[in-house]
């Protein structure tokens, strides 16, 4: 079975830009969910769709938003860019999103802000 | 609200030798608990779970971790770390469940292993 696959796995953009990421879950994975990781903040959570709804949110600025297809590959957005969104940006997937459904994650895209 | 922290951001250690890496925890409810292991470049892998019942908990790659409500800890172990264990290892905590995919990480604890 394939993992959870991120795309693409290097981005470079410049302030004030947006930028899109995409992840593809593991087959038959319903929830997927986002996660920030910087060196300063460590890995913060961003939102997790299941079933196409955000189910749960983090505490990140309106410039993040993110959306889940039918299929439940998941998207993530970030608007007007930052030099302090340079990050790793972490996608997992998981069967139902339930406690006892272990989360997958993918390789990352790494997002650099110019 | 949640909270983890690793009091070790970096640990060296012989190979052949036996690591603990220390975590704990804040959460007002049983916590739901984590390790996993990132190497460079890598997504994160799931080495152990704790979620109920028996508090010494088995993992993949050799790995244990002990839950100890009393101290709110949840420290990872291996009797004999290889070089392949070089890695940065994450301790994580978790509500129940539909918040459980909201994991709170600490900030890490990276191992370097010594020939």
């Known amino acids: 079975k394939a993992g959870v696959t991120q795309t693409p796995r290097y981005l470079i953009k410049t302030r004030g830009q947006q930028v899109t990421l995409s992840c593809s879950p593991i087959?038959?994975?319903?929830?997927v969910s986002w996660y920030q990781q910087t060196p300063g903040q460590g890995l913060q959570f961003l939102f997790e769709?299941?079933?196409?709804?955000?189910?749960n949110k983090g505490n990140f600025p309106g410039r993040f938003s993110g959306r889940q297809f039918s299929n439940s590959r998941s998207e993530m957005n970030v608007s007007t860019l930052e030099l302090g969104d340079s990050a790793l940006y972490l996608c997992?997937?998981?069967?139902?999103?339930?406690?006892?459904?272990?989360?997958?994650f993918g390789p990352g895209t790494r997002l650099t802000v110019l | 609200a949640q909270s983890v922290t690793q009091p070790d951001i970096h640990i060296t250690v012989s190979e052949g030798a036996s690591l603990e890496l220390r975590c704990n925890y804040s959460?007002?409810?049983?916590?739901?608990l984590f390790w996993y292991v990132q190497s460079p470049g890598q997504g994160l892998q799931l080495l152990l779970k704790?979620?109920?019942?028996?508090?010494l908990v088995q993992g993949i790659k050799g790995f244990e971790a002990e839950f100890k409500r009393s101290q709110s800890s949840f420290n990872l172990r291996k009797p004999s770390v290889h070089w392949s264990d070089a890695a940065e290892y994450f301790c994580?905590?978790?509500?129940?469940?539909?918040?459980?995919?909201?994991?709170?990480f600490g900030q890490g604890t990276r191992l370097t292993i010594n020939p």
């Open positions: 997992a997937s998981s069967l139902t999103g339930e406690s006892y459904n272990e989360q997958f």
């Open positions: 087959s038959g994975h319903r929830s």
């Open positions: 769709y299941f079933s196409e709804t955000q189910r």
């Open positions: 959460y007002g409810a049983t916590p739901y």
């Open positions: 704790y979620f109920s019942g028996d508090t």
């Open positions: 994580a905590v978790g509500a129940g469940g539909q918040g459980a995919q909201k994991l709170v």
